[in-house]
Nanobody
Framework: VQLVESGGGLVQAGGSLRLSCAAS????????MGWYRQAPGKQRELVAR????????NYADSVKGRFTISRDNAKNTMYLQMNSLKPEDTAVYYC??????????WGQGTQVTVSS
């Protein structure tokens, strides 16, 4: 299974970025999908996740109201729209999926840097 993330970069505080995660190489349906992030010297933390049908989402308190997670099951792709970015959002963002067998996969990560 390959997870390819894109959309990271450098943005000023208050700006927006949209991350994408495309999954390929699996014949099993994807169950839950999520975004995690890891800042230097900190543990990886959950940012947002979404269930298989997209009907249920949950977010870290620090991003509620600013970030939106979505998915396109036909394309096996997940998105993270990030608005009103803050310097404390600076981190490597990782895509994560769990397939219907319960197997877990991680992307390689994409850097998001927010300047003040």
């Amino acid at each position: 299974v390959q997870l390819v993330e894109s959309g990271g970069g450098l943005v000023q505080a208050g700006g927006s970025l949209r991350l994408s995660c495309a999954a390929s190489g699996t014949t099993f349906s994807i169950n839950a999908m999520g975004w995690y992030r890891q800042a230097p010297g900190k543990q990886r933390e959950l940012v947002a996740r979404i269930t298989s049908g997209g009907s249920s989402t949950n977010y870290a308190d620090s991003v509620k109201g600013r970030f939106t997670i979505s998915r396109d099951n036909a394309k096996n792709t997940m998105y993270l729209q990030m608005n009103s970015l803050k310097p404390e959002d600076t981190a490597v963002y990782y895509c994560h999926i769990i397939d219907i067998r319960g197997y877990s996969y991680w992307g390689q990560g994409t850097q998001v840097t927010v300047s003040s």
